[in-house]
């Protein structure tokens, strides 16, 4: 055993240099800067030489041009970049990773397990900023952001978007993206019923199903609705993260350990609620199997009286179509599933790791532009520029604060899809700082059919760092028994939510968790518990 060890030991030692050779040779291959650097400036107000980027966004929805519109035209203005943009999914990414063909910038969502060998493909940012750009680390990037995804090796690799710190959250102005809907008109109609506890949630649904009321299709609205389970930020609906959220079920033990919220009592209380909603035929029939189309269709049409949302955001088109036709009916948020034994809600907010990482690759064939413009779009004067243009032409300033000129702010409030195509403000999102704009911008960086379900939010936010990028560094044993037993919860809900009794109920979750425990899930939540020490400790 102790021959074993010892091997182990000398292969990681091996690896561990190899990397570090790696960077040294990444660092001593990199030109020279054409300029004279300075810690003070930003390289790109004193380079003004020019590049042509690719940048790679991994998200085969993805389908933004640079150019075309006013936020991209004035940062290659400043910068000189000009930027290709290139889309796919990790298929393709796998491809280029392989074949070792990649584009100068990539960017690829944060919870990736490619995000584990960055080593291998990314040129590490802080030589980068050394070399030609020391202004990202004195003042442009974050320093708790920088901490946090300090690697091992001693270097970042990445630098994340909507990263949001806890001087973010100590200066205010920080929203969730869950929110428990109603149609306004019905709503108060029924005279606003409480809906916080399990017997108000269900005698609410029961009172709309007895109006008989109809969609604007002339179908019969449906009671209760939830994201749908196959798309979007959260699978299974509401049922992995948000109902948890709501009725403040723990994320860690008191021992600062992971905590199983799926067998918690108050989480199975409220699931059996929704279970006793659909055996009386009050939520949406297809919950389990519709589409995002069906979804969306439902919401323009406003089918929904409840609409259960795991991402706000993602509703944007459907809920303004939806309120500018209809502005009296239109869905606001309100107090819904609410802990049945004192808990306060702890809704997710943007969190320290945020939601994708973008890194500058091995084959850049300009690095020291590709820095320019991190270093440019990361400082608040580059994600001013990004949200709000230049001022005197597309924005004002106001009481220290920048304003968007009323005719853009109407515009992109009002046709949000309109307002990405031709203006681009505020969409190009992959290394934007969510908090910034939200103390520049306040509500009104919001669409108006969301304004009132995200200022609701930002009552309900809990910082969650301790369990920030929770599932990015497993194992590759305990990643895939990660996804075999997120794929039997999928199945596991999916019964559950057609049983026809809490006996059933408990059975289902009984043969999950036996499910559970034959694959790996102790030392899946030993990994995690490693990752939550490690995040606690970066956090210090």
Request: aromatic letters at 10%; hydrophobic letters at 35%.
């Amino acid at each position: 055993m102790m021959k074993k060890s010892i091997v182990l030991l000398t292969i990681i030692a091996v690896a561990i240099s190899l990397v570090g050779c790696g960077n040294k040779e990444a660092a001593s291959s990199l030109a020279d800067p054409t300029f004279t650097v300075n810690k003070n400036t930003p390289s790109w107000q004193i380079d003004k030489s020019t590049a042509d980027l690719d940048w790679y966004i991994n998200f085969d929805w993805f389908a933004q041009t640079w150019g075309n519109d006013t936020a991209t035209k004035y940062i290659t203005e400043d910068t000189g970049v000009n930027i290709t943009y290139l889309s796919g999914a990790d298929d393709k990414l796998n491809t280029m990773l392989a074949s070792g063909d990649l584009p100068d910038i990539i960017t690829i969502d944060g919870s990736s397990p490619i995000i584990k060998d960055a080593n291998k493909f990314a040129i590490p940012l802080d030589v980068l900023a050394e070399k030609y750009d020391p202004y990202f680390i004195e003042s442009a990037a974050k320093p708790e952001t920088l901490k946090f995804f300090t690697q091992e090796d001693g270097h970042i690799y990445g630098y994340p978007n909507f990263s949001t710190t806890s001087e973010d959250y100590n200066n205010g102005g920080t929203y969730g993206n869950q929110a428990f809907m109603v149609r306004k008109d019905i709503y108060e109609k029924l005279g606003s019923p409480d809906m916080t506890t399990p017997e108000g949630f269900l005698a609410a649904l029961e009172a709309v199903q007895q109006l008989n009321m109809q969609d604007e299709m002339g179908k019969p609205i449906i009671p209760f609705g939830t994201s749908d389970f196959n798309e979007g930020s959260e699978k299974n609906g509401v049922f992995n993260k948000t109902l948890a959220d709501f009725i403040g079920v723990p994320i860690l033990t008191e021992d600062d350990e992971f905590y199983d919220r799926f067998t918690d009592e108050d989480f199975q209380k409220w699931l059996k609620a929704i279970v006793n909603a659909r055996q009386k035929g009050l939520t949406d029939r297809d919950m389990i199997t519709m589409t995002k189309d069906d979804k969306d269709a439902r919401l323009t049409n406003g089918t929904y009286f409840v609409y259960f949302a795991s991402d706000v955001i993602g509703e944007t088109n459907s809920m303004t179509v939806w309120a500018n036709e209809n502005p009296d009916k239109q869905y606001i948020a309100v107090d819904g599933p609410s802990s049945t034994i004192g808990r306060q809600p702890m809704l997710t907010g943007t969190s320290i790791e945020g939601w994708t990482l973008t890194f500058i690759s091995k084959n850049c064939k300009n690095p020291q532009k590709a820095m320019e413009l991190v270093t440019y779009l990361v400082s608040e004067y580059g994600d001013t520029v990004m949200n709000f243009g230049k001022e005197g032409e597309t924005y004002t300033m106001v009481d220290g604060k920048p304003v968007l000129n009323a005719d853009l702010l109407e515009f992109k409030q009002t046709d949000p899809a309109g307002f990405e195509t031709k203006v681009g403000l505020t969409t190009h999102l992959w290394l934007a700082d969510s908090a910034l704009l939200s103390r520049q911008m306040g509500i009104d960086q919001f669409p108006k059919s969301l304004q009132q379900a995200k200022q609701w939010t930002s009552e309900h936010i809990v910082p969650q760092f301790e369990i920030a990028s929770l599932d990015t560094y497993l194992s590759k044993e305990s990643a895939r028994n990660r996804e075999k037993i997120n794929q039997e919860w999928s199945k596991t809900i999916a019964k559950i939510l057609n049983a026809q009794s809490d006996s059933e109920v408990d059975q289902y979750m009984a043969e999950f968790v036996q499910y559970r425990q034959n694959n790996g899930y102790d030392k899946l939540v030993e990994e995690r518990n490693n990752q939550i020490k490690s995040n606690i400790e970066r956090l210090k």
